[in-house]
């Protein structure tokens, strides 16, 4: 893993206040997300870490303004960061360290930017989420809001001599929409306590089951989650196979980095599937070997393409 400082260096970001800014996203994302960033480190040229990383960062802060207060209180706040996004990003000072780095971002990898727009535009969806009465409205919150999140960091991996930016984008969608109902089972029983959950309200309905039943569960209402658990992860199987595409859609230096992350979205599959109806008592998680072992793995992918090209 490269010095921070050697980092920046390879991305071409010499100016002192952007090195400052990109260092700040850095110690945020860290300590937030820290395991990501450690797979962002070890697994993808460090010439990308600090793009990435402002992205991230940018979906993490926008998060957390949408995820505070009342509706119009949330409302407010999105319209408030929106215009701060938009004028740092048209070449306006920057009114914090995250969006300095993300202008400087954009500025370098101009595709990005189109994504923050829509990653904006579909937190509105975030800012009226109270769980979803029907299939449509997933799908609609993961079109709108979930897609555009995650391409902050895959259009910086896309290859560039493809002609098939459809298909990248598809199977980008396929991917978020498995890691989005991977997640929503995961998060079952702390989103049945604030009241709402991912789980569309009809498929509830169909095995006896509500949020307020989940939020104090009897071996019935487990039984009946674990059926409803095990429909919700077929549903996310197919989706995460189509995705395997996207090995062969990014640069071949963050392949491992793609790879990595389909295996771990396996693992946390299996970890929800497994254990069913206990979701209603808290999420599931791999197991740490196993975790450790798809890092070591890509890793190794990682130091081999590295001897071979020099």
């Known amino acids: 893993m490269p010095t921070w400082t050697r980092t920046l260096r390879e991305a071409g970001i010499t100016e002192p206040d952007l090195r400052t800014a990109y260092s700040q996203q850095r110690t945020f994302v860290r300590r937030f997300r820290g395991a990501e960033y450690l797979t962002v480190r070890l697994l993808l040229p460090a010439y990308l870490h600090p793009p990435v990383i402002a992205g991230v960062a940018f979906m993490h802060e926008t998060d957390e303004r949408v995820d505070t207060g009342t509706r119009e209180a949330r409302a407010q706040a999105l319209?408030?960061?929106?215009?701060a996004t938009h004028a740092a990003l048209d070449g306006g000072t920057a009114s914090d360290a995250t969006l300095g780095a993300l202008a400087d971002a954009t500025g370098r990898y101009p595709r990005l930017r189109h994504y923050v727009e829509a990653f904006l535009r579909g937190a509105r969806h975030e800012v009226d989420y109270t769980g979803f009465d029907t299939e449509d409205g997933l799908q609609s919150y993961v079109d709108s809001y979930s897609l555009p999140a995650f391409m902050l960091l895959a259009c910086l991996l896309e290859r560039r001599d493809t002609t098939r930016d459809d298909v990248f984008v598809r199977r980008c969608r396929d991917l978020i929409e498995a890691m989005q109902r991977i997640d929503f089972l995961d998060d079952l029983a702390e989103d049945a306590?604030?009241?709402?959950?991912?789980?569309?309200?009809?498929?509830?309905?169909?095995?006896?089951?509500?949020?307020?039943v989940l939020r104090n569960p009897t071996d019935d209402v487990r039984a009946r989650l674990g059926r409803l658990v095990l429909e919700q992860a077929e549903l996310a199987r197919p989706r995460l196979s189509a995705s395997r595409q996207l090995a062969d859609l990014v640069q071949p230096?963050?392949?491992?980095?793609?790879?990595?992350?389909?295996?771990v979205q396996d693992l946390r599959l299996r970890a929800v599937s497994r254990k069913g109806g206990g979701l209603a008592d808290g999420g599931a998680r791999p197991s740490v070997p196993a975790l450790l072992g798809v890092l070591a793995?890509?890793?190794?992918?990682?130091?081999?393409?590295?001897?071979?090209?020099?």
């Open 253 to 263: 230096r963050t392949r491992p980095f793609v790879t990595a992350l389909l295996q």
């Open 297 to 310: 793995r890509q890793y190794g992918a990682v130091r081999r393409t590295k001897r071979t090209t020099g």
């Open 193 to 212: 306590g604030e009241g709402r959950v991912g789980i569309p309200g009809k498929d509830l309905e169909r095995h006896g089951l509500s949020v307020e």
């Open 79 to 83: 319209e408030s960061w929106a215009s």
